[in-house]
């Protein structure tokens, strides 16, 4: 199946600070990737989509200037998680579809923020 | 707008079969995923319905009836190993964007 690879898994920043996350297909072009987040015991939401090319097309009650997302090439998309505080602590996924629907996952990236 | 409802938990012996259901209710249907995902981890693609009946893969089974809106995934000769949530999701009306249920954590005892 597909590769996407994500980094870094873990990161632990300090409150204020800004963290990036990257999103990498590495045997696929994707021209559409997928940011989720998830707390502990709960189901992954969607934050937005990654268009390569235009700009994001963020879900509702998600903050575009907070979460900034960039799709630059057909293989790489970037999560930046700006100012971070506490309450932004959790686990980020990205995803590709190169079907249908079917996604092919990163290995996630766990955020703390002290 | 759209609904996926699966149970929180199950419980289930090593070597016994368990049938985790999840119910939905979408506009536009196009398909519905089953994903596993241990603790920590980023999910893996189980399997993939648009077709009404049953899909066979191995010990794992998922059946789709889009007239109940309604499938489920069947786990055969449990392991210790398929400890982990199970999230049913489904395509978004009109698009190929999958919305996720909360997803059923399953635990295998010996």
């Known amino acids: 199946g597909a590769v996407v690879s994500q980094h870094p898994s873990r990161v632990i920043c300090k409150s204020g600070t800004s963290v990036k996350i990257e999103c990498r297909s590495l045997d696929f072009q994707a021209t559409t990737m997928f940011w989720y987040r998830q707390f502990p015991k709960k189901s992954l939401m969607l934050m937005a989509t990654?268009?390569?090319?235009?700009?994001?097309?963020?879900e509702q009650g998600v903050e575009k200037d907070k979460f900034l997302i960039n799709h630059a090439s057909l293989t790489l998309s970037t999560l930046t998680v700006t100012s971070a505080h506490p309450e932004d602590s959790s686990f980020y996924i990205c995803s590709a579809s190169v079907r249908t629907g079917e996604l092919f996952f990163g290995e996630g990236s766990r955020l703390t923020v002290l | 707008g759209q609904n996926i409802d699966q149970p929180t938990e199950m419980t289930a012996t090593e070597g016994a079969i368990v049938q985790i259901n999840c119910t939905y209710q979408?506009?536009?249907?196009?398909?519905l995923f089953w994903y596993q995902q241990h603790a920590g981890e980023a999910p893996t693609f189980l399997s993939y319905?648009?077709?009404?009946g049953l899909e066979e893969k191995g010990r794992f089974s998922s059946f789709l009836s889009r007239s109940k809106g309604y499938s489920y995934l069947l786990l055969k000769e449990l392991q210790m190993k398929d400890s982990a949530s199970y999230l049913c999701a489904v395509p978004r009306g009109g698009s190929y964007i999958p919305t996720f249920g909360r997803g059923t954590s399953l635990i295998v005892h010996p």
């Open positions: 990654s268009n390569e090319g235009s700009k994001a097309t963020y």
């Open positions: 979408t506009s536009g249907f196009n398909g």
């Open positions: 319905n648009v077709l009404d």
